[in-house]
């Protein structure tokens, strides 16, 4: 049986969970495939993933901060990531390089279908405006939320961002400075990258409401401010990006093999105490 070569693009990876997480699905659907992260800057990342195309490479994923680039250096483009901008999933297809995103089906399908929470009508606030912002925005408006607001540190980036979407009416961009005066939302995603380096982010309790549901896109320590800052405001439920880690892999595996893995088992083995700041390392 050929054995296909699968990696992981991005910067930090040291201690990603993606090589355990599709490790397991090979072993549990019966898959021959190696999967090897490679720690890629902006800078070389062009170059690494060309060499991994030339070793016999047949897909690969990709995390920050290259999400952007990937989209630029795919041949073609799914409509999710045409949508998006940004491509965390790449597949070679006749010697040429296909992008798509996965990130958003993940989050929504572990927000709505494994964990049964409803995101219809929620008015959302989304924090940050990079790769991962981006790739779950579309499939958060297609999941029937109210609206999204986004704000970042850098409100070009926000603005771009909204502009994308060109949906005034439910996308939006705001300056962080006011935050306190936005009301509060029914949803909350920190999708900025704070977390990753050790940074706090100043939020004022006065975003959240009694049914707010707090979402970090990271997972373990990056997530752990977030998510003692979304307790604190007695937020109705707490999640951490664990479970959109898996769900974002399994759909990545299924479109690399056809077939969509049995992501229970991972869970139950990566997810004791889902939702806390058990420290799992960074996306």
């Given at each position: 049986?050929?054995?296909k070569q699968?990696?992981?693009?991005?910067?930090?990876?040291?201690?990603?969970?993606?090589?355990?997480?599709?490790?397991?699905?090979?072993?549990?659907?019966?898959?021959?495939?190696?999967y090897?992260?490679?720690?890629?800057?902006?800078?070389?990342?062009?170059?690494k993933?060309?060499?991994?195309?030339?070793s016999?490479?047949?897909?690969?994923?990709?995390?920050?901060?290259?999400?952007?680039l990937?989209?630029?250096?795919?041949?073609?483009?799914?409509?999710v990531?045409?949508?998006?901008g940004?491509?965390?999933?790449?597949?070679?297809?006749?010697?040429?390089?296909?992008?798509?995103?996965?990130?958003?089906?993940?989050?929504?399908h572990?927000?709505?279908?494994?964990?049964?929470?409803?995101?219809?009508?929620?008015?959302?606030?989304?924090?940050?405006?990079?790769?991962a912002?981006?790739?779950?925005l579309?499939?958060l408006?297609?999941?029937?939320?109210?609206?999204?607001?986004?704000?970042?540190?850098?409100?070009q980036?926000?603005?771009?961002?909204?502009?994308?979407?060109?949906?005034?009416?439910?996308?939006n961009?705001?300056?962080?400075?006011d935050?306190?005066?936005?009301?509060?939302?029914?949803?909350v995603?920190?999708?900025?990258?704070?977390?990753?380096?050790?940074?706090?982010?100043e939020l004022?309790f006065?975003?959240?409401?009694?049914?707010?549901?707090a979402?970090?896109?990271s997972?373990?320590?990056?997530a752990?401010?977030?998510?003692?800052?979304?307790?604190?405001?007695?937020?109705s439920?707490?999640?951490?990006?664990?479970?959109?880690?898996?769900?974002?892999?399994?759909?990545?595996?299924?479109?690399?093999h056809?077939?969509?893995?049995?992501?229970?088992?991972?869970?139950?083995?990566?997810?004791?105490?889902?939702?806390?700041?058990?420290?799992?390392?960074?996306d």
């Open positions: 049986m050929t054995c699968y990696a992981l693009f991005g910067q930090p990876i040291e201690h990603s969970l993606s090589p355990r997480i599709h490790a397991a699905f090979a072993r549990d659907s019966a898959v021959a495939m190696e090897v992260a490679h720690a890629s800057s902006a800078a070389d990342f062009e170059a993933l060309q060499a991994f195309a030339d016999g490479g047949d897909g690969a994923n990709v995390t920050q901060p290259l999400k952007a990937a989209a630029t250096l795919a041949e073609t483009l799914s409509e990531a045409q949508r998006a940004v491509v965390n999933t790449l597949t070679r297809r006749g010697g040429q390089w296909h992008g798509d995103n996965t990130d958003g089906a993940g989050l929504v572990d927000l709505a279908e494994r964990l049964r929470l409803d995101l219809r009508g929620r008015r959302t606030l989304m924090l940050g405006a990079g790769g912002a981006a790739g779950v579309p499939a408006l297609d999941a029937g939320v109210e609206s999204v607001t986004i704000v970042n540190r850098t409100p980036s926000a603005e771009r961002l909204s502009e994308r979407h060109d949906d005034p009416g439910r996308v961009a705001r300056y962080w400075k935050l306190a005066t936005l009301g509060a939302f029914d949803f995603v920190d999708a900025t990258s704070a977390g990753h380096s050790g940074v706090a982010l004022p006065s975003i959240t409401g009694a049914r707010t549901l979402v970090s896109l997972y373990g320590a990056a752990a401010r977030f998510l003692a800052w979304a307790r604190a405001a007695g937020c439920d707490v999640q951490d990006g664990l479970g959109m880690l898996i769900e974002q892999a399994a759909a990545s595996f299924e479109i690399w056809g077939l969509r893995p049995d992501t229970d088992p991972v869970h139950r083995e990566l997810g004791a105490g889902r939702g806390e700041a058990a420290l799992l390392g960074s």
